[in-house]
């Protein structure tokens, strides 16, 4: 518990200096698998719980008009798809980044969110409509945040240059699209698979 107590205290300092955090994260094991999921937990419920308390000026679409299950896919399962699409283009561009530590410093390159957005949520109700370019400001530096610690996560695993950083986030995404196009191509195909076989089965018992 201590060790997991000390990889979640060093989450201020990999915000605070996210390049030395990311280091330290990648060859000084300052992270572990379960503190990466544990905020990703966090982050999870960063969104859950800013979706019911932001200021409905700011937030016409609250919690009860999004499912959880609707918040896991739009949250969580982009982080995988990055995970993945990061993983297997440092794997053929010469990146250093293994799966585990990617998904570790992913985790904890959503830092800026997970400390700022609840905080930020609250400020929002004592704001008017005519204050709202306030709370877009702030919600624009810490997403702001989020990128730059991203940008800086596979510069720094993936041990590139500045130029290769921005080929490769850009190849990133560009994985992650067709992992994205691919997976609803594999849903559609088993999909009608399925109905194709339930039909044929039909038939076969009907015609006995």
Known sequence: MKK?????????QVMMHPIDGFYELQYFGKGSVLSATILIALFLICVIVN????????????????SPIQLFVYCIVPLFIWVLSNYLVGAIA?????????YITTAYALLPYIYFSIPISIVSNV????????YS???????????????????????????????????????AILIVVFSFALYGIVLQSYSFLIEFLREVLAYD
């Open 137 to 175: 400001f702030l919600i624009f530096v810490v997403i702001a945040w989020v990128v730059i610690m991203l940008y800086l996560q596979v510069k720094e695993v993936q041990e590139y240059e500045i130029y290769e950083t921005f080929k490769n986030i850009f190849l990133i995404i560009f994985t």
């Open 4 to 12: 997991l107590y000390m990889e979640l205290k060093y989450s201020w």
């Open 51 to 66: 979706k019911e308390i932001t200021n409905f000026v700011f937030n016409l679409n609250g919690l009860e008009e999004t």
């Open 127 to 134: 704001l008017t409509d005519a204050e709202k370019s306030i």
């Open 94 to 102: 010469n990146g250093q980044g293994s799966f585990k530590t990617i």
